[in-house]
Each structure stands twice: as structure tokens, then as C-alpha cells.
């Protein structure tokens, strides 16, 4: 991964978002006259500590763009394996949390008024396109990076946000289901294959072309502008 130029003055703060019985710990970096603002929606795999998730953030950042990296999981049940595991594909829960995070972010008023994009990873790709549909008003739109956006399918067709779906070149059966997902959705769907590049994007700048592809769709839908 290339080093991103700090060139920008970032506002940090460390938050907690209540999502019904659970409280979900995350990190809020806002720039200098932010342009909009990226919740990341990783899957429960993950956590705001990822380096890949905090390098793409700090790529949006310097673009104008305030992130919010939370964790989808508490502390707790992170640490239970057998817990984590079925809480990975528990669409409906990971679902209901990222509709939490977004009502949150609209009760904060330091960045209630910023336009919204999801962006989401794995499972969490699918738990973005349902709050997409669940919050319509407050999503202008949604990427999805090594995503499972057909884990929403029942939802797809009524998704307003406009959508881009990042898939690995070599991740051969996401793609699939990617493709599957794309003819499913009504509004804007974009699909943009990552040469090179398996599921994580792991390989030598594959996260850099996927990280420059969402920060440009972002910059695109939410301000007009890249």
C-alpha cells in the first residue's frame, strides 16, 4: 500500500453508537469542510482496527471526505468464536446495527447535515444495501468492496441509492454473485472488476485501484464532484 501525503488537518474522536442492547464502539475522523461522510460497513469479521479499513479511511479523509470505522460486534461477543461465526452471516442482525449507526450519526450534530455513503466489506456489503433500503432519505449511496450484496437480494429491486460493487478479478465466485446482485437492483449499479486482485485485495495496489474507485464514486454521488 502506498503512503497516503498527510496534507489534511483530521479531527478525530473516539464514539459509541447504541444499537438497541449492544453498544458498538468507533473511531469518527472529520477534515477540514468535509464533503460528506463514509460509514464503513466491514462484516463482522473485521474490526475498526483493520489496517486496511483504517488506510482506505485515511484515503477518504484526505480526499474531504469524514469516515466512521465502527465495530459491528461488541467487545464481548468479538472475543466468543462460536459467537463471531454466527454472527458473520446473521444479515438481519449486522443489518439492524448499521440502521442504528445511521440514526445515530442523525442525532449527532456535528455531522448530522453531511451526505451519506455506505461503504461496505463481505456480509457487510449486504447489511449496507439493506440499510440503504431501510433509510432511504439518508443514504445518497453505497459501495460495496469484496462484497455479498446477494445476501440482500429480497431488498435489491427497492435500493434508491446508487451502487458500486468492487469485486476481485480472481474472486471468481463473487463475481458471480456480484452479477447476480447487479440484474436484481432498479437504481444505478455500477460493477467494476479489480485486475489482479482476490477477495481481500491483498495483491500489490489492488487496495489502492479499489480504494481510488469508491472514494471517486463517493466524491461522484454525494457532491457531484471528483
Request: hydrophobic share 45%; charged share 20%; glycine share 8%.
Amino acid at each position: 500500500m502506498k503512503n497516503v501525503a498527510d496534507t489534511r488537518s483530521v479531527k478525530e474522536l473516539a464514539v459509541q453508537i447504541s444499537a438497541g442492547d449492544a453498544l458498538l464502539s468507533g473511531q469518527l475522523q472529520i477534515p477540514n469542510n468535509p464533503k460528506g461522510l463514509i460509514l464503513f460497513v466491514h462484516g463482522s469479521g473485521s474490526s475498526r482496527f483493520s489496517p486496511r479499513n483504517q488506510y482506505v479511511a485515511e484515503l477518504f479523509n484526505q480526499a474531504g471526505l469524514a469516515t466512521i470505522l465502527f465495530d459491528l460486534l461488541t467487545a464481548e461477543e468479538s472475543q466468543i468464536d462460536e459467537i463471531t461465526r454466527e454472527y458473520r452471516f446473521d444479515i438481519e442482525l449486522l443489518s439492524r446495527r448499521t440502521v442504528c449507526a445511521i440514526d445515530w450519526v442523525c442525532q449527532q450534530t456535528e455531522i448530522q447535515d453531511m451526505s451519506l455513503g455506505l461503504f461496505g466489506a463481505s456480509t457487510g456489503a449486504a447489511a449496507a444495501l439493506f440499510a440503504a433500503y431501510s433509510r432511504p432519505k439518508q443514504v445518497g449511496c453505497v459501495v460495496s468492496r469484496g462484497g455479498r450484496p446477494d445476501l440482500a437480494i429480497k431488498v435489491l429491486k427497492k435500493v434508491q441509492a446508487p451502487t458500486l460493487l468492487i469485486v476481485g478479478a480472481l474472486d471468481y465466485e463473487v463475481i458471480q454473485l456480484n452479477e447476480l446482485a447487479k440484474q436484481a437492483m432498479q437504481t444505478e449499479c455500477k460493477l467494476t472488476i479489480v485486475q489482479g486482485a482476490t477477495h481481500l485485495f491483498t495483491e500489490a495496489g489492488t487496495l489502492d485501484v479499489a480504494a481510488t474507485a469508491a472514494k471517486n464514486w463517493f466524491l461522484q454521488k454525494l457532491t457531484g464532484k471528483q
